[in-house]
């Protein structure tokens, strides 16, 4: 098993510019999640899903689009590039418990953004 | 929105002294789970609480859920140099199902 993979590893973009961040699992995973890590800030939430056509938005969703046509992928859309987006992005999959809450997330080795 | 903090941010401690983090939730949690981060890599579950007053030990690492499911904490005995990265809680509150949400770490630093 590859786990759960991300590419690329490194991107620089320039302002305005989109592109699209790629996640894979082979784990066969409802749950997938993308997170953005800053200095200082922990990991936010920016996107969610828990199963194929079913997204919801995290804690900073705005900038960004996601969907979820199979289960195995779950691609991050950056749809016009910002400086405030450079962070090292991380997406992780899991099982959801039957009666909620959440179960152990598996993270990718994730993708460092530099906006200029 | 839920918030989740955590305290210290950083802390150094020479090797073989103890460590502990806390973390805080602005919400009931469904669960916590604590993940590790080594430098330049990707967090790393370490354990799961569910139940209300939980405790769970890992050889020296010790675990606790607080009875109001608001707060928890890590407490490593004897630190090691490979105890030393980022250590973060995480969890959905009450309701919140997949909806997690990750403390703002606590970074260890050991000095050998």
């Known amino acids: 098993n590859a786990g759960v993979t991300q590419t690329p590893k490194f991107q620089v973009l320039k302002t305005g510019q989109s592109m699209t961040l790629q996640c894979a699992q082979d784990?066969?995973?409802?749950?997938m999640s993308w997170y953005r890590q800053d200095p200082g800030m922990g990991l936010r939430l920016i996107h969610y899903?828990?199963?194929?056509?079913?997204?919801d938005q995290g804690e900073v969703p705005n900038g960004y689009n996601v969907s979820r046509s199979t289960t195995e992928d779950f691609p991050l859309r950056l749809l016009s590039a910002a400086p405030s987006q450079t962070s090292v992005y991380f997406c992780?999959?899991?099982?959801?418990?039957?009666?909620?809450?959440?179960?152990?997330?598996?993270f990718g080795p994730g993708t460092r953004l530099t906006v200029l | 929105g839920q918030q989740v903090m955590q305290i210290p941010q950083y802390q150094h401690v020479q090797e073989g002294e103890d460590f502990t983090t806390y973390c805080n939730s602005s919400?009931?949690?469904?669960?916590i789970q604590w993940y590790k981060q080594r430098p330049g890599g990707h967090p790393v579950f370490l354990i799961q609480?569910?139940?209300?007053?939980e405790v769970k030990k890992q050889k020296r690492l010790t675990f606790q859920f607080g009875e109001a499911k608001k707060n928890s904490s890590l407490h490593i005995t004897a630190t090691q140099t490979t105890d030393v990265g980022t250590y973060f809680c995480?969890?959905?509150?009450?309701?919140?199902?997949?909806?997690?949400?990750f403390g703002t770490g606590t970074k260890l630093q050991v000095i050998p």
């Open positions: 609480l569910v139940k209300s007053g």
């Open positions: 784990m066969n995973h409802e749950y």
């Open positions: 992780a999959s899991s099982y959801v418990p039957p009666k909620g809450g959440s179960n152990e997330q598996f």
């Open positions: 919400t009931t949690l469904s669960n």
């Open positions: 899903s828990v199963g194929a056509g079913i997204t």
């Open positions: 995480a969890g959905p509150r009450v309701g919140g199902y997949q909806k997690v949400t």
